[in-house]
């Protein structure tokens, strides 16, 4: 699987949108880009997932550069609950690939 | 939809101890269910993982006599750490892949605190 990276903190106000970036240059035209966040002491929580095209849903919106080689989660109105680790994931489709966590980026959502 | 759940939520053993912990996909059947471990402000690391009816594969470094991985079900994983030392202390978590109906990717249990005094 191809290698992520992230910045390793980022600050957000409450109420403003949170945009967490992720670098992926060695990304192959196969594989998708995953995020999942883990809230201190739970299990991770799956977020959303995209190969090229944008994606949106309930809880965030994902865009992937046209070259593949990077991509931004975009958490429209950021709360008090969504400060967590976020983790952005390169990995073949399907329920049954192993994912690969990095240090992923510490979101902070100020009052 | 999409529940994973493991039990106990957290356990206190003595060292030499055997632990068992268990993860079960709730609404959805998982024919892959995957082991990991987290130690303190640290990522996620794969132990294992496991296919219905079938042995499990693990992960380089991980020891199979050590850490024994049952995945009798397509709703039912369960790990047990034989012979538990201090440094087995870890926050374990298991993940199941889900089947049609769902994102095809892994959904995670909450995760069990192991503590081996």
């Known amino acids: 699987d191809a290698k992520t990276t992230q910045p390793p903190s980022m600050d957000c106000a409450e109420g403003r949108a949170a945009n967490l970036p992720c670098n992926h240059s060695?990304?192959?035209?196969?594989?998708?880009v995953y995020w999942y966040r883990q809230i201190h002491s739970q299990g991770p929580q799956y977020i959303i997932h995209g190969l090229k095209n944008n994606e949106t849903n309930e809880m965030a919106s994902l865009i992937i550069t046209e070259d593949r080689k990077s991509s931004t989660l975009i958490l429209p109105h950021a709360t008090l609950r969504d400060t967590a680790v976020y983790y952005c994931?390169?990995?073949?489709?399907?329920?049954?690939?192993?994912?690969?966590f990095g240090s992923g980026t510490q979101l902070t959502v100020l009052p | 939809g999409a529940v994973v759940s493991q039990h106990p939520s957290w356990v206190i053993c003595k060292s030499g101890t055997s632990v068992k912990i268990e993860c079960r996909s709730l609404d959805f059947q998982a024919t892959t269910m995957f082991w990991y471990r987290q130690f303190p402000k640290q990522s996620l690391m794969l132990m294992a993982t496991s296919n219905e009816g079938s042995k499990a594969t693990y992960e380089q470094g991980v020891e199979k006599d050590k850490f024994l991985i049952n995945h009798a079900s397509l709703t039912l994983s369960t790990l047990t750490v034989t012979s538990a030392h201090p440094e087995d202390s870890s926050f374990y978590i298991c993940?199941?892949?889900?089947?049609?109906?769902?994102?095809?990717?892994?959904?995670f249990g909450p995760g069990t605190r192991l503590t081996v005094l």
């Open positions: 993940s199941a892949g889900g089947l049609a109906g769902y994102a095809d990717t892994q959904y």
């Open positions: 060695t990304i192959s035209g196969n594989e998708y």
């Open positions: 994931i390169v990995s073949l489709s399907g329920s049954a690939r192993q994912l690969t």
